[in-house]
């Protein structure tokens, strides 16, 4: 718990570095996507033979980032429910979900036409 105050508080940092151990597939591309939206500077992963870590540098625009558990369904009809749900302004923020095309924003999603189930959301 103390943990996961640390990281929201650094979040908000400009120029902080934060280790995240362990890393999969699904983080790298999580993180990637919000590089592509500004939010994040570059990440170096570092393969240690285990689990794998990820060094992430921060800029600071980060306000929140959550993970959604368990992974529900999204149609595409219903993409516009769960960012009225997860996101505090139609024009702020992305919610992530994992496609057949692969993992996107929602507005990609949207633009593809595919659905999927929801990861999470940062704004």
């Not at 105050?5 to 919000?34: D, E, F, H, N």
């Not at 929140?64 to 149609?75: A, L």
């Not at 923020?93 to 940062?122: C, N, P, Q, W």
């Amino acid at each position: 718990m103390a943990n996961d105050a640390l990281v929201k508080k650094s979040l908000t940092k400009v120029g902080l570095q934060v280790l995240v151990r362990p890393c999969s597939k699904v983080i790298v591309k999580y993180l990637q996507v919000m590089q592509k939206h500004g939010y994040l500077g570059e990440f170096e992963l570092i393969d240690d033979h285990r689990g794998g870590k990820v060094v992430i540098e921060l800029i600071g625009r980060v306000n929140k980032c959550g993970v959604i558990s368990p992974r529900f369904d999204v149609t595409l009809g219903s993409i516009e429910k769960w960012t009225s749900s997860l996101l505090p302004a139609r024009q702020f923020g992305y919610v992530v979900m994992t496609t057949s095309l692969g993992i996107m924003d929602h507005e990609e999603a949207r633009r593809k036409s595919t659905g999927g189930k929801v990861l999470g959301f940062f704004y």
